[in-house]
C-alpha cells in the first residue's frame, strides 16, 4: 500500500454550489481523506463526507458475506473547527449507522463545553431524526488541546500525548497529529492540522486569515511540509472591496496561500475552499493567473488523488 494518500472530497466554503457550473472544481464543502498506512485520517466533514461514507459502506459489504464476516470501518476524523461547512455532512456519513464501525471525533472544545456536547445539539438533538446516544455505532469524540499530539500506532491504537514528549522521526511507524489555532478566524479560531508519517508532512491550513508579512508561528508549524492544503477563498480584489470588503472574516487570499507556502518552503501547495460564489470559469482564469508563476501550486478540485 502507498503510504500516504490523500483524496479531496469537498473545496468548497461557505456552503454547497449543486450547479452545473461549478462542476469542475466541485459543489462539496470542505472534506479531505488521508490514507496514513492503513490509516484512515478525515480532515473536516462538510458535505464532501457524504460520498466518502457512501464509498466505505459499499466497500463494507463487499468485505463479506455477513456481519461477521465483513471488515469494520475504522475512521479518525479531525475537526478545524465547528462551523457548518465543516460539519453539515456528519450526520449522513452513513457508516455511522453500521454497528461495527469506529469512529474517533477529535477537536477544540467550545466556549467551555466538551465537543460531544456541542455536536450533540448542534447536530443531532434538536435538527435530526437520530440522537447522538442513539447512533448504533461505536462513535467516540475527544477535546483537543494545543498541547495534544494524537500518535496512531501501526496497530492501529490511538494515544493523545503531550507534544513535546514525542519525536516522529524517532517513530516514523507512527502517525502523529498535531495542530496550531489560528485566531484570526471569528469567533472561537480554527485549527491548522499537521499529519506526520514515514517522514512525510501534511498540513492541513483551512478558514486561516494571514497577516502582513504572513503568520511567523504558522510558518514554523508548517516549516518544509510535503503537502500544504491552504484556504484561499478570496481573490485580492474581493478581500478589500470597497463595496464588500472581507477583511476579518477569517479567509486568506491567493496571494496569501502562495507567500505562506513560500515562507513555509512547503514542496506543493493546493488552492482549498473556494468562495462559492466562483463558479468554474473563474477558477479557471485563476488557476492560469496563480499557477503560471508558481508551479509549486495547483488548484484542488473535487476527487482529485495525491500520493506521496
Not at 435538527?127 to 488541546?145: G, H, K, R, T, W
Not at 463558479?279 to 488523488?305: R, V
Request: glycine share 6%.
Amino acid at each position: 500500500m502507498h503510504e500516504i494518500k490523500i483524496k479531496f472530497r469537498g473545496v468548497r466554503g461557505s456552503h454547497p454550489t449543486p450547479k452545473q457550473s461549478h462542476l469542475k472544481y466541485g459543489g462539496n464543502t470542505s472534506c479531505v481523506e488521508v490514507w496514513a498506512g492503513n490509516n484512515l485520517i478525515i480532515l473536516d466533514s462538510g458535505t464532501g463526507i457524504i460520498d466518502l461514507g457512501r464509498d466505505l459502506q459499499k466497500e463494507h459489504i463487499l468485505s463479506g458475506t455477513d456481519t461477521q464476516s465483513r471488515k469494520p470501518v475504522n475512521a479518525t476524523l479531525l475537526l478545524s473547527h465547528i462551523h457548518q461547512d465543516h460539519i453539515q455532512g456528519l450526520q449522513f456519513f452513513s457508516p455511522l449507522f453500521i454497528k461495527t464501525t469506529n469512529f474517533d471525533i477529535y477537536g477544540l472544545s467550545c466556549t467551555n463545553k466538551p465537543l460531544k456536547e456541542t455536536l450533540s445539539k448542534i447536530l443531532f438533538d434538536k435538527v435530526f431524526p437520530v440522537s447522538l446516544d442513539e447512533i448504533p455505532s461505536n462513535i467516540n469524540i475527544y477535546d483537543f488541546a494545543l498541547k495534544h499530539a494524537l500518535v496512531i500506532k501501526p496497530d492501529g491504537t490511538k494515544e493523545l500525548v503531550i507534544q513535546n514528549t514525542i519525536n516522529p522521526e524517532e517513530h516514523p511507524d507512527n502517525v502523529v497529529i498535531t495542530a496550531h489555532k489560528t485566531t484570526a478566524h471569528p469567533k472561537n479560531g480554527s485549527l491548522s492540522i499537521k499529519i506526520q508519517y514515514k517522514g512525510k508532512t501534511i498540513v492541513y491550513a483551512t478558514d486561516k486569515e494571514s497577516y502582513i508579512g504572513c503568520d511567523k508561528k504558522f510558518i514554523e508549524f508548517a516549516h518544509t511540509a510535503d503537502i500544504l492544503i491552504h484556504d484561499a477563498q478570496y481573490t485580492h480584489q474581493d478581500y478589500i472591496s470597497p463595496i464588500l470588503p472581507k477583511q476579518g472574516y477569517g479567509h486568506s487570499t491567493f496571494n496569501m496561500a502562495i507567500e505562506t507556502a513560500k515562507f513555509a518552503k512547503a514542496k506543493k501547495l493546493y488552492f482549498f475552499h473556494y468562495d462559492p460564489n466562483y463558479d468554474d470559469g473563474i477558477l479557471d482564469m485563476l488557476e492560469k493567473e496563480f499557477t503560471q508563476h508558481a508551479d509549486f501550486a495547483e488548484f484542488a478540485k473535487e476527487n482529485l488523488e495525491i500520493i506521496i
